[in-house]
């Protein structure tokens, strides 16, 4: 067994088997972070370090060191025992499947280890693609794949919920698959073919469905998101035909939602969570019951009841999430609490069936070294919250992991806690600028976790996220082209929503005053190439604003075309550009942003995703990427654009170093040139392309920031939308 050091190794250690590899008819799922593509490029991870919301974690029960973890938006991983790692499963699924990369539930085979499943969907609304179930043979090397008639919502809530996929106890070729509004479907060919079962609850269009599956022994247990605490919510079937609701059921309102379950196969008892919603978020009141399944007899086991006072004259609110069963030792039980933002969450720990509790959180030592932007600007981080994934090491009585809205925690001593999250990057980057100068090759902006400073490709940033202050999502970062130790960065935060650097992104300074409607409608920014001027844009529904004096006054630019993004001419501080993605007009400043008159007219408009990029080194080189209708280039300011012959889509344009003997940058693109949307590079002005990633390495959507570096000729960084930033470098 691996060695345990808190801070420096990851704790699912063990000494699993190696997967025996099986070639299938199938798209390939990625083998190793740093494999070579095909086409000639390396792709790896920039490390964060987690990141996202970790929705489920699952130990194998026959296998000791394999375990599977899934998220809501980046995607799901294997535990890789020997590279003490998590190895990504899906980063083969493409543009057009970027839907998939939410991960709904996943289940594994007590009887077969090789096999494992995953369905996927990240949203059930009417713009979001059907679901699908991805079956595997090898452990998730390769996958085949069935194609659903029917939504699936693992970015929606409830997403913590479940485990909704399960193989039946009596028969490995049955599977079951929960959805939120299409009832329960059935697979008796290993999950090739589904079909909608009979089950005494009826899917509303709107609720959840079923919200767990579960084995206890031979028989299924299924939960039912759309109670209204009074009717049941906990069904069963005995032979896979007939489904009952259980007896004697806990009913009121803290026993309204089933949120998971686990079976102590030794005592004969499941234990289920329940919360008054099916979270992560909203939920109030929550409680624990158990059901000895010989006897039909329930008990309450909560450990500690919501509702109680707070040191602060609140109220001490929450549900129940996670819970795991110890499988070595009869009646010892973890359970989590979610959504207790007072008091914090924490993990309960039972050895006597649930009629005494210990708060692993109250003799909790937090470790977070290896990600220390864990901290949030604060002195020390939390023990967790939106815990809803618990796992509890088959093999190891003391191993317990619990997932939170950034990381995963785990511990070998019920006392040390470290993230064990090596590898598992899930960010949705909004982002990228790459210095030409300085300690620091990458900046990043994100969703959730603001603006980060890479000093180093493969550690997470040593000091955190951008603090003074801590934004949640970032909503612009730009640099200063003539001045690089200058940057600034806007987004969402409860001290401030703007801030500037003078030392390239290391440490950070609020703007001394911004303007009222920051506050609520913080957008993208930009400074001139002097760092002489600020422009902040506000959304359609407000002006934009300048700043002369580093953001101690601001003023409005009434001539700013609302909501665009602002562009910055990189040799000429006196020139600002702007795209009214509404109307398909360029607007340009030759007064440093004072006024903006309209220019080239009658281009593509109506889509807000449409990007605008200055080339770096020259005065007035537009490029404008407007997706399916193609990308445009000016070189006289924005007065006219010219069509680019050599692709038919552009999402997403950027500059790197330009490759020898070439006099142009180098040119890397998210779009299309014939058929497929992938990553390109052109080291001719774009007179030609060369794809650099491969169909093992697609990520989902990437469609909202890319850039090269400008030290490094052939590195790309590209922003995922739940996969992190990825950078590829010819292998």
């Not at 759309?226 to 079937?237: E, H, K, M």
């Not at 407007?626 to 069509?643: C, E, P």
Request: charged share 20%.
């Amino acid at each position: 067994m691996s060695a345990f050091h808190l801070s420096r190794r990851s704790v699912l250690a063990g000494t699993a088997a190696a997967a025996a590899v099986v070639s299938l008819p199938s798209v390939q799922g990625q083998a190793a972070a740093a494999t070579p593509a095909k086409s000639g490029y390396r792709w790896r991870n920039v490390v964060q370090g987690g990141t996202g919301f970790i929705t489920g974690v699952l130990f194998h029960p026959s296998v000791r060191g394999l375990a599977y973890l899934r998220t809501d938006i980046g995607g799901a991983y294997r535990w890789d025992d020997r590279a003490d790692r998590w190895i990504p499963l899906t980063d083969h699924l493409g543009w057009d499947d970027w839907n998939l990369l939410g991960v709904e539930a996943m289940a594994v085979d007590p009887a077969h280890p090789n096999r494992v499943y995953l369905s996927l969907g990240a949203y059930t609304q009417s713009w979001a693609g059907n679901g699908a179930v991805l079956r595997s043979d090898d452990r998730g090397a390769t996958w085949k794949r069935t194609d659903l008639s029917v939504k699936l919502g693992a970015n929606e809530d409830g997403r913590g919920c479940g485990e909704r996929l399960l193989v039946d106890p009596r028969d490995s070729d049955t599977l079951w698959l929960g959805t939120r509004h299409d009832g329960l479907l059935k697979s008796t060919d290993r999950g090739a073919s589904w079909k909608a079962v009979s089950f005494p609850a009826a899917p509303s269009a709107t609720g959840q469905g079923v919200t767990l599956l579960v084995a206890a022994g031979r028989s299924v247990y299924a939960g039912w998101g759309d109670s209204d605490g009074t009717s049941a919510n906990l069904y069963r079937t005995a032979d896979g035909v007939t489904w009952e609701a259980v007896p004697g059921q806990p009913t009121g309102t803290a026993a309204k939602v089933p949120v998971r379950a686990a079976y102590d196969r030794h005592a004969r008892e499941l234990y289920v969570t329940y919360a008054d919603a099916p979270g992560p978020n909203g939920q109030a009141d929550g409680s624990v019951h158990k059901l000895r399944t010989a006897s039909g007899k329930w008990s309450e086991v909560t450990p500690v009841k919501p509702g109680g006072a707070t040191s602060d004259g609140g109220t001490d609110s929450f549900g129940y999430g996670g819970v795991a069963v110890d499988a070595r030792c009869p009646g010892t039980v973890v359970v989590s609490t979610n959504n207790r933002w007072s008091l914090v969450d924490t993990l309960y720990r039972t050895t006597d069936g649930g009629r005494t509790w210990t708060s692993l959180k109250d003799k909790a030592v937090l470790d977070v070294s290896e990600t220390p932007y864990l901290k949030w600007g604060a002195d020390k981080p939390k023990f967790g919250w939106w815990i809803q994934a618990v796992g509890l090491d088959p093999f190891d009585s003391r191993h317990v992991v619990h997932g939170t809205g950034a990381t995963l925690y785990g511990t070998r001593d019920l006392k040390h806690f470290a993230p064990q999250i090596r590898g598992v990057e899930e960010a949705s980057i909004r982002q990228l600028v790459s210095p030409p100068s300085g300690e620091a090759h990458l900046l990043s902006g994100s969703g959730d976790i603001g603006v980060m400073y890479h000093e180093r490709l493969t550690a997470s940033p040593s000091r955190g996220m951008a603090s003074n202050p801590v934004f949640g999502s970032s909503t612009g970062l730009s640099l200063a082209t003539a001045k690089p130790s200058y940057v600034v960065r806007a987004g969402w935060g409860d001290h401030g929503n703007g801030a500037s650097s003078n030392d390239g992104g290391k440490t950070w300074t609020p703007f001394k005053t911004q303007p009222d409607v920051a506050k609520s409608a913080p957008g993208p920014i930009a400074t001139n190439a002097d760092a002489s001027v600020l422009l902040w844009s506000f959304g359609t529904a407000n002006p934009a604003h300048r700043s002369t004096d580093n953001g101690a006054t601001w003023t409005e630019i009434p001539t700013f075309p609302k909501g665009a993004a602002p562009v910055a001419d990189p040799v000429d501080p006196a020139r600002c550009y702007a795209f009214d993605t509404t109307t398909g007009t360029l607007f340009a400043s030759t007064d440093s942003g004072r006024t903006f008159t309209a220019r080239a007219t009658g281009l593509s408009s109506g889509d807000t995703e449409f990007q605008l990029v200055a080339a770096p080194g020259r005065t007035g080189d537009l490029w404008l990427s407007l997706k399916g209708n193609g990308l445009y280039r000016s070189t006289d300011g924005g007065a006219t654009f010219t069509k680019v012959s050599s692709c038919h889509a552009s999402h997403t344009l950027g500059f790197g170093k330009a490759a020898r003997g070439a006099s142009y940058p180098a040119l890397y693109m998210v779009g299309t040139t014939e058929t497929i949307t992938a990553v390109y590079r052109s080291d001719d002005e774009a007179k030609t392309w060369t794809r650099i990633n491969d169909d093992r390495h697609q990520w989902g959507w990437t469609g909202a920031a890319i850039t090269g570096d400008p030290r490094v000729y052939g590195r790309v960084y590209i922003a995922t939308n739940g996969r992190g930033v990825q950078y590829g470098e010819p292998a």
